[in-house]
Nanobody, 124 residues
Framework: QFKLVESGGGLVQPGGSLRLSCAASGFTLGYYPIAWFRQAPGKEREGVSCISTDGSTYYADSVKGRFDISRDNAKNMVYLQMNNLKPEDTAVYYC??????????????????WGQGTQVTVSS
């Protein structure tokens, strides 16, 4: 059974940093595309970043140059390093895994299993 658990969210001031973690169990994370999404109140869930099985990465334009996705296959973990955070980054952040294919995308429909989310609040 695919299971994902996010952690690392919290309250941070604008310009600060956070690192989100996503722990996978029930499957070998490196064999599947993994993505981070976020959803702010009253808004649709949007793709933030993803990593394919070959290690290639993609970022939404809104976070490019500020966020970095990485994967530790030995620990079965995926991380999202978020720097220079802005108030508009405030959202619940989710990690997700696709059961098929090797290439990731930032489309919600691509992914089959989701974590419960972790809240990130950027405010002074």
């Amino acid at each position: 059974q695919f299971k994902l658990v996010e952690s690392g969210g919290g309250l941070v001031q604008p310009g600060g940093s956070l690192r989100l973690s996503c722990a996978a169990s029930g499957f070998t994370l490196g064999y599947y595309p993994i993505a981070w999404f976020r959803q702010a109140p009253g808004k649709e869930r949007e793709g933030v970043s993803c990593i394919s099985t070959d290690g290639s990465t993609y970022y939404a334009d809104s976070v490019k140059g500020r966020f970095d996705i990485s994967r530790d296959n030995a620990k079965n973990m995926v991380y999202l390093q978020m720097n220079n955070l802005k108030p508009e980054d405030t959202a619940v952040y989710y990690c997700a895994v696709a059961r098929t294919g090797r290439k990731c995308t930032l489309a919600v429909a691509r992914y089959d299993y989701w974590g419960q989310g972790t809240q990130v609040t950027v405010s002074s």
